[in-house]
Nanobody, 119 residues
């Protein structure tokens, strides 16, 4: 059974930093494109950052230069370092694992971790 467990969320003041982690069990992270998504109240879930098995990263415009996604395949863990946080970053942050195997699109989600940025 594949599980993604996020941790590291919390309350931080604007301008502060947080690092959220996603530990994956039941499969190996190295074959997946891993991503962090977020969903604020009343808004759709949006992609924040992704990292491919080869290490290519992609960020939504609003977090470029402030957030960094990374992966440690030995620990089966993905991280999102968030700096210069803004109140607009307040959301539940979800970890995602995504891959294609033959014609099957495989996706797994974590349960989410709350990040709250106060002004």
């Amino acid at each position: 059974q594949v599980q993604l467990v996020e941790s590291g969320g919390g309350l931080v003041q604007a301008g502060g930093s947080l690092r959220v982690s996603c530990v994956v069990s039941g499969t190996i992270v190295s074959v997946y494109t891993m991503g962090w998504y977020r969903q604020a109240p009343g808004k759709q879930r949006e992609s924040v950052a992704t990292i491919t098995p080869g290490g290519t990263t992609n960020y939504t415009d609003s977090v470029k230069g402030r957030f960094t996604i990374s992966r440690d395949n030995r620990k089966n863990t993905v991280y999102l370092q968030m700096n210069s946080l803004r109140p607009a970053d307040t959301a539940v942050y979800y970890c995602n694992a995504d891959r294609w195997r033959d014609t099957s699109h495989i996706k797994y989600w974590g349960q989410g971790t709350q990040v709250t940025v106060s002004s």
